[in-house]
């Protein structure tokens, strides 16, 4: 297990960029596949967007590819979500957790982190 700490979150005009970072601690980081997810208010928490351990296969949801990219860096024991060209519904807290591949179901994902809010103004 490991355990990790989301930050970058913050107040963005609709079309701006905000990249999070997700570290973790602990020795087996880059044997897991990560993941972000996001959750607003009064809604269930959705799949965002995955990366493989060695960071070569990558997994998005719909609603944000080609606007989101995901990566990691096992050097630094950390995961990355660059936003860009954010709307008003990416308005959300973020979350990163850990996984066994990036095709895992959501209740696969553990050693969730607090996350960090995302708040996009129109």
């Known amino acids: 297990q490991v355990q990790l700490v989301e930050s970058g979150g913050g107040l963005v005009q609709t079309g701006g960029s905000l990249r999070l970072s997700c570290t973790a601690s602990?020795?087996?980081?880059?044997?897991?596949?990560m993941g972000w997810f996001r959750q607003a208010p009064g809604k269930e928490r959705e799949f965002v967007a995955a990366v493989s351990w060695s960071g070569g296969s990558t997994r998005y949801a719909d609603s944000v590819k080609g606007r989101f990219t995901i990566s990691r860096d096992n050097a630094k024991n950390t995961v990355y979500l660059q936003m860009n060209s954010l709307k008003p519904e990416d308005t959300a807290n973020y979350y990163c957790?850990?996984?066994?591949?990036?095709?895992?179901?959501?209740?696969?994902?553990?050693?969730w982190g607090q996350g960090t809010q995302v708040t996009v103004s129109s």
């Open positions: 957790a850990a996984s066994p591949s990036i095709y895992a179901i959501r209740d696969a994902f553990h050693s």
């Open positions: 602990g020795r087996t980081f880059n044997t897991y596949a």
